[in-house]
């Protein structure tokens, strides 16, 4: 049973650039979640994704946009990259909306110099 | 905006000591969860335990929930190194399902 797959593992960009993170949830759940999580503090949930449409947004700037593909997995893309976006990605799956337990990925940490 | 606070911010003991982690929280909640995270890598859900339920055990895991007080505790006893990781609480309430997370507890659990 796979679980929650997130790509790539590391990314180091410069302010300004834009940059898409990957993810492919656990087998059997159609919904994805991301966070941003900075160093030294807990998840911030970014938004959500269920058939292929965003349900709910966390507090980040339009420069955060997302996608939810047919097959359920998703990318996050941020645009305009700011030194503050250094972070660990992290990709979360459920079966549903209604679901408080979430299965996460091993994240995409981005370095932006 | 962070709805949990875990204190100690930083725990340090022997192995084979018990480890106790709280949780405060603001506002009225559905449920809370313990997560684990080790050396900044996913998170991995431990146990989750509902409004109306006061305590809950799951292995060397107890999570006990104060709604009085809007806190929470979570013990791991007889802690292994295996245990070293940070460890966060997460509420759901106000008729959303996405877990807000708190800062975390640093645990080090020495051999």
């Known amino acids: 049973d796979a679980g929650v797959t997130q790509s790539p593992t590391h990314l180091i960009k410069t302010r300004g650039q834009q940059v898409t993170l990957r993810c492919s949830p656990k087998?059997?759940?159609?919904?994805v979640s991301w966070y941003q999580q900075a160093l030294g503090q807990g998840p911030q949930f970014i938004f959500q994704?269920?058939?292929?449409?965003?349900?709910q947004r966390g507090n980040f700037p339009d420069r955060f946009s997302g996608h939810q593909f047919p097959n359920y997995s998703s990318e996050l893309n941020v645009n305009a990259l700011l030194l503050g976006d250094s972070a660990l990605y992290l990709c979360?799956?459920?079966?549903?909306?209604?679901?408080?337990?979430?299965?996460f990925g091993p994240g995409t940490r981005l370095l932006v110099l | 905006s962070q709805q949990g606070e875990e204190d100690p911010q930083a725990l340090s003991i022997q192995e084979g000591e018990n480890a106790t982690m709280n949780c405060s929280y603001k506002?009225?909640?559905?449920?809370l969860q313990w997560y684990r995270q080790n050396s900044g890598r996913g998170l991995v859900h431990l146990i989750l335990?509902?409004?109306?339920?006061r305590e809950k055990h799951s292995g060397r895991l107890r999570v006990t929930l104060d709604t009085s007080k809007k806190s929470s505790s979570l013990l791991i006893t007889a802690s292994r190194a295996a245990d070293t990781a940070s460890y966060f609480c997460?509420?759901?309430?106000?008729?959303?399902?996405?877990?807000?997370f708190g800062r975390g507890t640093s645990l080090i659990v020495h051999p």
């Open positions: 087998s059997g759940h159609d919904t």
């Open positions: 997460a509420t759901t309430g106000g008729g959303s399902y996405i877990p807000t």
């Open positions: 994704y269920y058939e292929e449409e965003e349900r």
């Open positions: 979360a799956s459920s079966f549903g909306t209604a679901k408080e337990t979430q299965y």
């Open positions: 506002t009225s909640i559905n449920n």
């Open positions: 335990i509902r409004s109306n339920e």
